[in-house]
């Protein structure tokens, strides 16, 4: 019989299979050869103590009995054809996890995505790098696949309450991720990886019946009688349908105004803002690993760090290890940062986000735009960020000491970000009240992680897309907006999922709602 093991091993043994088995068989104090097979089920690094460990949950198979692993395959889909259509705008994980849930579930999508398909997106990321030209159509937020795309393809989620995680990875397996996807504590695909995966997913929507309809941008929904019946797209298309998935990420901000203008009910939501810092990955992996070397059998160390300041929390988001750090602006005269790590994440440099909770009130500011006050303050700070760098897509940038100290650095050495820093006082940038929060943050920070708190780090502002700063209201149990039926707001886009894998989850739920709501 096959038997189920927990163990802690030296790194060099969790990736040499012969060396796993001879450790495996000591414990089990059988031979080698007794040991046919060893499947691995989860993988995670314990480097609290000074001998890093790798815990392992694994499957040993005896010899001359079967062996017996999930087959990880695709549902049996349908073809949809013929079927009852549903619009889904946005083709983000939201978005395209949505409309392979409305096939599972004998339901023709209609995906509208107002950029271009995964391949012909590299060239606008190519402009916004090179030449600082912004397509407000397609770049790193917005075209197939979403914002995950091209900034990291990290797959983990804290929030297990959200749905079948497992589920969604599986179909990420199945579409052609790397099956170490379902066994990383942490699972991470990779930019240059992930767009053939989407790609995947897309002509297996089309291929089932399904549409995907690129360069599609909604600029009108038709409303009847408080129902949806339909959208507009820029090029005066009407697209009819009685049910629609509002998927559109959470830097649509002319989805919030045309809902606003329409007297949709929406509502500010508090989101997180701050910057992106930038260490060596070496100095991260000795502070992590305790070591002064990595060695060759543990990956990029990530960190993770939450403080309390001024009653406000403080933490570290969407940690890049071995990764660099991108422009992900969606307009002209705005700058906008974001990082992202190739699958082997093997870059020089370290970087996350490091950003402070905001409150309500602290858009009172702009109280005058009503529920897009949130909105208007995260884009005051992107557009004077982009006139004190030089109205180019350079960032404002300082060292992590002398913002501590007020102190405008005399120098700024050269960066991941590719289109370049320009040295400015970052307090500049920022409310007093969020200059302050930070200041004292890296302070503490520094006391938690000796050596992060370094003038050898980088700070890059902003880091203003964290999340939504609206929320587009919708029952807790149909899913469909509050006053408009037919009218489902998913997932990032409407305040209610962040990531990859929860936004994913979210655009499941809406899907199954809709043929609940069907039936």
């Given at each position: 019989m096959s038997k189920e093991l927990l163990l802690q091993v030296a790194p060099e043994i969790a990736v040499n299979d012969n060396l796993l088995k001879q450790h495996i068989a000591k414990l089990e104090r059988i031979s080698s050869a007794e040991i046919q097979h060893i499947s691995i089920l989860k993988r995670s690094i314990d480097a609290r103590q000074k001998s890093i460990k790798i815990n392992l949950k694994v499957v040993l198979f005896y010899q001359n009995e079967p062996i017996v692993e999930k087959k990880i395959e695709l549902p049996d889909y349908k073809d949809v054809s013929k079927a009852q259509e549903v619009i889904v705008v946005g083709a983000g994980p939201a978005g395209l996890f949505a409309a392979l849930q409305l096939i599972e579930l004998g339901l023709k999508p209609i995906v509208l995505e107002r950029g271009k398909?995964?391949?012909?997106?590299?060239?606008?990321?190519?402009?916004?790098?090179?030449?600082?030209?912004?397509?407000?159509?397609?770049?790193?937020?917005?075209?197939?696949?979403?914002?995950?795309?091209?900034?990291?393809?990290?797959?983990?989620?804290?929030?297990?309450?959200?749905?079948?995680?497992?589920?969604?990875?599986?179909?990420?397996?199945?579409?052609?991720?790397?099956?170490?996807?379902?066994?990383?504590?942490?699972?991470?695909?990779?930019?240059?990886?992930?767009?053939?995966?989407?790609?995947?997913?897309?002509?297996?929507?089309?291929?089932?019946?399904?549409?995907?309809?690129?360069?599609?941008?909604?600029?009108?929904?038709?409303?009847?009688?408080?129902?949806?019946?339909?959208?507009?797209?820029?090029?005066?298309?009407?697209?009819?349908?009685?049910?629609?998935?509002?998927?559109?990420?959470?830097?649509?901000?002319?989805?919030?105004?045309?809902?606003?203008?329409?007297?949709?009910?929406?509502?500010?939501?508090?989101?997180?803002?701050?910057?992106?810092?930038?260490?060596?990955?070496?100095?991260?992996?000795?502070?992590?690993?305790?070591?002064?070397?990595?060695?060759?059998?543990?990956?990029?160390?990530?960190?993770?760090?939450?403080?309390?300041?001024?009653?406000r929390g403080m933490y570290s988001f969407c940690m890049c290890p071995g990764g660099v750090i991108a422009p992900c602006a969606t307009s002209p005269g705005e700058v906008v940062t974001n990082g992202w790590s190739p699958s082997k994440r093997d870059q020089a440099t370290a970087n996350s986000g490091i950003v402070v909770e905001l409150k309500l009130e602290d858009?009172?500011?702009?109280?005058?735009?009503?529920?897009?006050?949130?909105?208007?303050?995260?884009?005051s700070i992107e557009q004077q960020a982009w006139r004190l760098a030089g109205a180019t897509q350079k960032v404002p940038a300082q060292r992590m000491i002398d913002f501590t100290q007020s102190k405008v650095s005399t120098s700024i050495p050269k960066t991941s970000y590719v289109p370049g820093t320009t040295s400015v006082e970052l307090g500049q940038v920022f409310p007093g009240f969020l200059t302050q929060t930070l200041r004292q943050g890296f302070v503490e920070f520094g006391k938690s992680m000796k050596g992060y708190l370094t003038n050898d780090a980088i700070l890059h502002a902003p880091?203003?897309?964290?999340?939504?700063?609206?929320?587009?209201?919708?029952?807790?149990?149909?899913?469909?907006?509050?006053?408009?039926?037919?009218?489902?707001?998913?997932?990032?886009?409407?305040?209610?999922?962040?990531?990859?894998?929860?936004?994913?989850?979210?655009?499941?739920?809406?899907?199954?709602?809709?043929?609940?709501?069907?039936?």
């Open positions: 398909n995964v391949q012909e997106r590299r060239r606008d990321l190519k402009a916004i790098n090179i030449d600082h030209i912004v397509n407000e159509d397609s770049n790193y937020c917005y075209g197939e696949g979403g914002a995950g795309t091209y900034s990291d393809g990290k797959l983990y989620t804290r929030s297990k309450k959200r749905g079948d995680v497992d589920r969604i990875l599986e179909l990420f397996v199945a579409f052609g991720a790397s099956h170490d996807i379902l066994v990383e504590a942490h699972p991470h695909i990779g930019t240059n990886k992930l767009p053939k995966i989407i790609q995947a997913i897309r002509e297996k929507i089309i291929e089932l019946g399904g549409q995907v309809w690129f360069n599609t941008k909604v600029v009108d929904f038709l409303i009847k009688n408080n129902a949806i019946e339909g959208v507009v797209t820029q090029k005066g298309d009407k697209i009819l349908a009685s049910h629609l998935i509002l998927a559109t990420g959470h830097s649509a901000r002319d989805i919030y105004e045309l809902l606003h203008q329409k007297e949709v009910f929406i509502e500010a939501k508090p989101f997180a803002l701050g910057v992106r810092a930038e260490h060596s990955q070496e100095l991260i992996d000795k502070i992590q690993y305790s070591c002064d070397f990595r060695g060759e059998f543990l990956p990029p160390a990530p960190y993770s760090i939450v403080k309390q300041i001024n009653g858009f009172k500011p702009f109280a005058k735009f009503g529920p897009l006050a949130g909105m208007e303050f995260q884009k880091e203003s897309r964290t999340s939504s700063p609206v929320r587009i209201p919708r029952d807790s149990m149909t899913l469909e907006h509050l006053h408009i039926k037919g009218l489902y707001p998913c997932a990032e886009g409407a305040g209610y999922a962040g990531g990859i894998i929860s936004a994913a989850i979210d655009g499941e739920k809406c899907a199954l709602k809709i043929a609940e709501s069907l039936n």
